[in-house]
């Protein structure tokens, strides 16, 4: 009997996991009184809003270890991070202005939590457009792993901006300094979401990687192709050029 791949068992639970958290939010978890229907949106913002933060600090990982060893591994692994955090960060906007625009009667305010997440997101913009026009190899990725380190520091901004200015948005639901106002059934609706987000961002991540990598051995491939094409062309060469002049 063919035992399925791991990677197709971990789909397949992801899969499970988000019909699961379809079901909390939309039939099984009660309706927020102040809110309405629209607080529903939350428990898909939250957890990618929290992806989006930590794919820049991923980024920001991957960057300082490319950059301190050199290895390519940490080199995907940041622009893997950069792939699927710029999904994750336009989540994060479009869910936001989704539940925005029946709160503040608009789609987009320049409250400083959302004008910090849309700066990270053009981050994530500029790493991508770097890592595709810049020079090829090591120094194109160099190039990008600075500007990775430097936008995390975007990271803790949006993240304490609640604190550091006066802003509308509503405060931290989870993580240090949160109210902890949720209700239980709230609480447990975002803790299946949460999970099922994240497991579908580490999916995608893992296969951004691979990809990463398989394009680089290709790249590698044709090299050394190239060079045993010039090893054996060379002799050859020379000889045909003896033979004309004798």
Known sequence: ???FPARTIW??????LMGLTLWLIFIWVPTESNLGEVQRALYFHVPVAILALGAIV???????????????????????????????GALALITGSIWARPIWNVWWTWDAKLT?????WFIFIGYLMLRAYAPPGRQG???AAILGVIG??????IYYAADLWRTAHPGRVTGPGADGSLESEMLLTLLVSSIAVFSAFAYMLVERYRVRKSEADVIELGRRIQMAHSEVSGPATGALKAMSKG
Not at 11 to 16: D, P, Q, R, S, Y
Not at 152 to 157: M, R
């Open 152 to 157: 995390a520091i975007d990271a803790p901004i």
């Open 11 to 16: 789909l397949a639970l992801t899969a499970g």
């Open 58 to 88: 991923l980024v920001a990982i991957g960057s300082v270890g490319f950059l301190i060893t050199n290895r390519p591994r940490w080199d995907w692994f940041a622009h893997a991070s950069a792939e699927t955090g710029v999904v994750v």
């Open 141 to 143: 990725a160099r190039l």
């Open 116 to 120: 910090t997440t849309l700066i990270l």
């Open 1 to 3: 009997m063919r035992a």
